[in-house]
């Protein structure tokens, strides 16, 4: 069984081996997630408690990704908001993702050409994730709005909105 307090994300391979003692591992693990005991993240991903951090899960939902825009924005202290929603960035398709325990996960597509750069690591229980430098959000939320025609509608962007 689970050790109680133990809140991770586990793949499906490491459920079952934590359930060797039983023998339908399908049928416990799909009742132990009916039960809420694990929650189904997505497809031979699972959250084994409900505080594991949103942007761990962001990271380990949609991959290759890394936290920008507004959340990344928020955690360097560009914004005076808290951001509530975990944006991450992807070269892939752009989607919006809850999860099972509540978080709200909203993809952005940037171009391949911008994607490797200016990342860094951040750790929580020694589980990392990406995330990008100060400037590489503001390039990354840069990269979203309208094209800007003038050096007065960039000044209103980066100071008034």
């Known amino acids: 069984m689970l050790a109680e307090g133990e809140n991770m994300l586990k793949t499906y391979e490491m459920l ?3 359930l060797t003692a ?10 132990m997630a009916d039960r809420r005991e694990v929650i189904k993240l997505k497809k ?13 899960e962001a990271a380990a939902i949609c991959t290759p990704s890394y936290l920008s825009f507004d959340y990344a924005l928020s955690c360097h202290g560009l914004i005076p908001e808290r951001a509530k929603i975990n944006t991450s960035a992807t070269c892939r398709k752009r989607k919006k993702k809850p999860s099972g325990t509540g978080s709200v996960h909203i993809y952005q597509d940037i171009p ?15 589980r990392p994730c990406l995330m ?19 050096r007065k509608h960039l ?7």
Do not use: H, W
Not at 132 to 150: F, G, H, N, W
């Open 112 to 126: 391949l050409s911008f994607f490797p750069f200016e990342i860094e690591i951040c750790c929580e229980n020694e």
């Open 16 to 18: 079952k081996q934590d």
């Open 44 to 56: 031979n991903l699972y959250e084994t408690g409900s505080t594991v951090s949103g942007y761990l």
């Open 132 to 150: 990008a430098t100060p400037e590489k959000a503001v390039c990354d939320k840069l990269c979203t709005v309208k094209p800007i025609r003038s």
């Open 22 to 31: 039983y023998k339908a591992l399908d049928m416990k693990i799909k009742r």
């Open 155 to 161: 000044q209103q962007l980066l100071f008034d909105d």
